[in-house]
């Protein structure tokens, strides 16, 4: 039994190939990561500018907190400002940071490795780079140098750190703690002043005198010293000028010194005879050592 089998015309397979291809090519760089009005503010910015303003279109609200949104930013400014040095056009300028985005989106959502974001490179540089096919003229953005640059430039920016970009997106972090509490000690209130340094420091008497203010329980109790009058003071003169040797006798001093003398002594007397001992066993040792030689 034979089975007729249609006939393909020539060339229709390539070509509807190619329209796949193309398909899929205006599908991955139709969405532009910047409008055209957005790329045009930007160029007219400084890099302050251009940062300030990245930063606005990307939504990053948390930039001063935020490390991811800050490594995040840094990259597409970067981009932008090395798109600015190539002399870009605008049409430039939105396929360039469109392919950035692209790179990352890759990485973050599809978990693209390093060796197939290359891979996806080189097809896609291959589609809106310089090619020899006249059908898609209109996609080709680069020419052959700024295709080479724009290699060299993701070579160096984030292949190779394309492990760092692997950790920024998939290895969980601890929040950093950008506050702490601290402890201030307050000046006290006047009745106890707060001390000095001690590079200023200056003698108590000094201090108590002429820059500490008597307090209100000194002056009271001076007060009442000078009611009690002189008899007060006489006493404790009287008691500071009694001799501490009253009602001893000449001999109980004799005794009391005599033993502390012979404490004192025996105390030396053990201390030499024990030296003694040590030299004399040091002498018994040398003296058999040289009988023996």
């Known amino acids: ?24 090519h205006e599908k991955i760089l139709s969405s532009n990561f910047l409008s055209m009005d957005q790329i045009t503010d930007l160029l007219k910015e400084n890099v302050d500018g251009i940062q300030e303003k990245m930063g606005t279109f990307l939504n990053f609200r948390h930039l001063q907190t935020c490390l991811k949104e800050g490594i995040l930013l840094d990259y597409y400014v970067s981009g932008f400002l090395w798109a600015k040095g190539m002399e870009f056009s605008i049409t430039q300028y939105s396929k360039f940071m469109t392919l950035l985005d692209m790179l990352l989106h890759n990485l973050r959502t599809l978990h693209m490795s390093l060796e197939d974001s290359i891979k996806w490179l080189g ?30 430039y993701l070579k160096i920016s984030l ?32 009745v106890h002043p707060f001390p000095e340094p001690l590079v200023e420091g200056i003698s108590f008497d000094i201090h108590s005198t002429f820059i500490e203010p008597p ?7 001076k007060g009442l010293d000078q009611e009690q009058g002189p008899e007060h003071s006489q006493s404790e003169s009287d008691t500071s000028d009694m001799d501490p040797l009253v009602g001893f006798t000449i001999e109980d001093v004799k ?24 030299q004399e066993e040091a002498f018994n040792t040398r003296i058999e050592k040289l009988k023996k030689a």
């Open 255 to 278: 005794s009391v010194l005599a033993q502390v003398t012979e404490d004192i002594l025996k105390g030396i007397q053990t201390e030499i005879n024990e030296k003694l001992q040590i």
């Open 123 to 152: 097809e896609v540089m291959a589609e809106i780079g310089p090619t020899q096919s006249q059908k898609n003229e209109e996609q080709n953005v680069f020419n052959i140098e700024q295709a080479n640059a724009i290699i060299d």
């Open 159 to 190: 292949f190779q750190h394309y492990r760092l970009y692997e950790f920024l997106f998939f290895s969980t972090r601890e929040e950093i703690v950008i506050g702490t509490e601290q402890v201030i000690e307050v000046v006290k209130t006047s």
């Open 1 to 24: 039994m034979e089975t007729s089998l249609g006939t393909t015309p020539v060339g229709s397979a390539p070509e509807a190939e190619k329209d796949t291809e193309l398909q899929e």
């Open 215 to 221: 307090s209100t329980s000194d002056m009271e109790m």
